[in-house]
């Protein structure tokens, strides 16, 4: 089945105080891959912030069965459909409020990386394809994963 949609979350609406620290949104915009092209997701990351600020964003190719967010395969039974949830992904959710500091959650084949993030990165180990500064916050950048 292919589809299209936006997956939008904001945990500060669970948050009683909220500070300069936790203060992230995210929101996944999903696509059939037959649309894909890396033009048309240069043309949304850069609409898209010059509407609201982007921090980061990546592009990732997952099987129809995949839950977008885990990343992991969807167990479906009789009554129920779950995906299941790591400690490491538990600790990855509480460091994405460390993006603005060159936190870089994973290495995805298509990454738009802010300043700080750019300065982590290894350019030497790392196989870079394409460099593009995209906005005055956000560069383009593509690896070979294999």
Not at 18 to 46: G, H, R
Not at 84 to 99: A, C, G, H, P, Y
Request: with cysteine.
């Amino acid at each position: 089945m292919t589809f299209a949609g936006i997956d939008y979350s904001n945990h500060l609406q669970n948050l009683e105080n909220i500070t300069d620290e936790n203060d992230y949104a995210d929101f996944c915009l999903v696509f059939p891959c037959e649309w894909y092209s890396l033009d048309l997701v240069k043309s949304l990351v850069k609409a898209i912030d010059k509407e609201i600020t982007l921090t980061y964003a990546y592009v990732c190719f997952l099987p129809d069965d995949y839950d977008i967010n885990s990343e992991r395969p969807v167990k479906k039974t009789l009554f129920t459909v779950s995906s299941s949830v790591t400690q490491e992904d538990i600790e990855l959710r509480n460091n994405m409020k460390k993006l603005n500091c060159g936190f870089i959650p994973k290495n995805y084949p298509i990454n738009f990386y802010n300043d700080k993030q750019l300065e982590s990165i290894d350019k030497n180990v790392e196989v870079i394809e394409v460099e593009e500064k995209i906005s005055d916050g956000l560069t383009l950048i593509t690896y070979t994963i294999s």
